[in-house]
């Protein structure tokens, strides 16, 4: 949203003219995202933006997973928080999806979705490991209920999770104006994994980059030889049997492009 200032103070203040704005640069955004993730053979989630969609009546909240050969995928924020439903008419995507790429199966579970429980457990279910989590929130306690779904949905499915979020401030800005958190890894506080299932974690409101190593074959051992089997356990639940797994779309970022 901080690209909204390149188009002058009338659209920085302007809430729905900030998002056709930005849908013009969308295509600008992503090419050079591509074309950062092959020169440094990274894989990059960008910035989640609001863009329209065809066949939609509001505008929606999407992530893009760039990977190193060409390819990319994207994922919708489902759930939207009061400011997006009562200010910002942003509408909720409609669909799940998981990424596979060669360092492992990833899903994306952008801010408030992370503290829906079934949501990401219907991305683990299809092969998840690594969970994504782009956050913007404007207090402590918005970041402290993004931190802590984030701890909670890597306990309950034996996974890591990722939150990286917006700090500082952007005055000029109705949708980003004030910004708080901390960029942070977790996991299950299990064998293999820090005791208290934080594997990295910054320092509040300091913009910085966080560095953190991810070993998937501790989320394997974790999810058969764990203390707990939280993972396997799911299904016990009362209720959980009554839970139809919605399908999801798995992404192959895994294939060169042709």
């Known amino acids: 949203m ?25 295509g600008k955004v992503d090419a050079l995202h591509m074309e950062l993730a092959g020169r440094h053979g990274l894989h990059i989630l960008a910035a989640s933006l609001p863009l329209h969609v065809v066949g939609r009546d509001l505008p929606v909240n999407r992530a893009r997973l760039f990977a190193p050969n060409g390819r990319s995928g994207s994922q919708d924020k489902i759930i939207m928080t009061r400011f997006e439903r009562e200010e910002w008419a942003v ?23 992370c ?82 299932g934080i594997v990295a974690e910054g320092r509040f409101d300091e913009d910085m980059l966080l560095f953190a190593e991810i070993d998937l074959d501790l989320v394997s051992q974790a999810r058969t030889a764990g203390q707990v089997l939280n993972h396997l356990h799911w299904v016990e639940q009362p209720g959980a049997d009554l839970w139809p797994i919605p399908p999801v779309r798995t992404v192959d970022l895994l294939s060169d492009l042709d």
């Open 115 to 196: 503290e829906f429980p079934l949501l990401v457990r219907t991305m683990v279910e299809a092969g998840a490991e690594l969970i994504l989590i782009p956050s913007c929130t404007d207090t402590l306690r918005g970041h402290g209920r993004v931190r802590v779904g984030a701890m909670a949905r890597a306990l309950e499915n034996q996974c890591y999770t990722v939150v990286s979020p917006t700090v500082g401030n952007a005055p000029w800005s109705p949708s980003v104006d004030v910004n708080r958190g901390v960029a942070g890894v977790y996991g299950p506080p299990d064998i293999g994994f820090p005791e208290t």
């Open 91 to 113: 509408g909720g995507g409609d669909g799940l999806s998981v990424f596979e790429t060669d360092i492992g199966c990833i899903g994306v579970a952008i801010c408030y979705d």
């Open 2 to 26: 901080e690209l909204a200032s390149i188009f002058g103070e009338a659209v920085e203040a302007d809430l729905q003219g900030q998002i056709s704005a930005l849908d013009d640069l969308a």
